[in-house]
């Protein structure tokens, strides 16, 4: 059985880890190489994609900046190039029209706060472009702050860049921030956020995923957290994971309170993933498997797209 809808917060599809922008000729949205490409995307079912313009983190200030506009503008090209497939999308709106006309859904983010070359007055640039979410850092640090392999918490301008950011409609994505930076965040934030690919902490034991308070808090202000499909997040050493992996960190965000709040996160083109899950193609699998594991029609279906919808509903306008 198929699901009716799918939205996914995350993808390195369109940089492909900074491979594409060496191969320009390529059309990263729609590559068969790749574990996401439009043509190979479920038929029968509505799908929305959140495509990060992946940033690597030796990248700083004009580099950062040139990196972004090259990205954006392929994304612009390769949406035009394929718009009987898929529409570029800013609003809850835009994504209802996209699947009433049959296409994907493409809403396009940016992932590491590098991007603004440590300028607030690229924010606005950042929202006129189309960018609809900010993961804060990625790996290292940054001109905002430090991610998980670092310890400092936000900087003052990453301080300063919160409230900015949500004032311009561009959503928070807390995935790959270190602990303390997160805390920082936390007092600042004001309006609902992301973590759009982090899974449970205490189920796999990795920085990178969210310990069971933080959790907690993200529950509490209504945010929106994706399942990532990545080996090393789902279990401890990355080795063989699968579908019964995912089924734990499911379980442990239900502990938690986060039944609605669960959302997919697959980080396809950026990390390696359990084979059930191999490609795009193969994500309606987790409707059946959810429900033989024991959810509800509305569980299941509340990760698969209800959750993100009513966030984005109320969020992407």
């Avoid at 993808?11 to 491979?19: A, I, K, Q, S, V």
């Avoid at 983190?57 to 950062?64: K, T």
């Avoid at 049959?102 to 809403?107: E, L």
């Avoid at 959302?263 to 191999?278: F, I, K, M």
Wanted: proline share 4%; glycine share 8%.
């Amino acid at each position: 059985m198929n699901p009716y809808a799918i939205i996914d917060l995350h993808c390195d599809t369109l940089t492909g880890c900074g491979y594409y922008t060496k191969r320009p000729e390529v059309d990263s949205l729609n590559d068969s190489r790749r574990m996401l490409s439009l043509d190979r995307l479920p038929q029968g079912v509505h799908w929305a994609q959140f495509f990060a313009i992946f940033i690597p983190d030796e990248l700083r200030g004009q580099d950062a900046v040139e990196f972004f506009e090259a990205n954006t503008a392929e994304f612009q090209r390769q949406t035009r190039k394929y718009a009987e497939k898929i529409s570029p999308c800013r609003t809850w709106a835009d994504i209802a029209g996209a699947w009433a006309g049959n296409r994907t859904a493409g809403i396009l983010t940016v992932e590491n706060g590098s991007v603004l070359a440590g300028k607030l007055e690229r924010i606005p640039v950042l929202a006129a472009s189309g960018v609809r979410a900010l993961t804060i850092t990625w790996n290292g640090e940054n001109e905002l702050g430090s991610g998980n392999v670092t310890d400092h918490g936000l900087s003052p301008l990453g301080r300063e860049a919160i409230p900015e950011l949500e004032q311009a409609g561009i959503l928070l994505d807390v995935s790959h921030l270190n602990d303390a930076g997160l805390d920082d965040l936390l007092k600042l934030a004001q309006k609902p956020f992301l973590a759009t690919h982090s899974n449970a902490r205490a189920v796999c034991p990795h920085k990178r995923n969210l310990t069971d308070e933080q959790i907690q808090e993200l529950v509490r202000r209504d945010c929106l957290i994706g399942l990532n499909f990545a080996n090393c997040f789902l279990r401890a050493g990355g080795e063989h994971a699968g579908l019964d992996d995912l089924m734990r960190h499911v379980e442990h965000f239900f502990r938690l309170g986060a039944e609605t709040n669960l959302a997919l996160g697959s980080d396809y083109d950026g990390t390696d993933v359990p084979p059930e899950l191999g490609t795009a193609e193969k994500v309606p699998v987790l409707l059946d498997y959810f429900l033989d594991r024991g959810l509800t029609q509305a569980q299941a279906e509340g990760i698969l797209y209800r959750n993100a919808q009513t966030f984005f509903q109320k969020n992407l306008i």
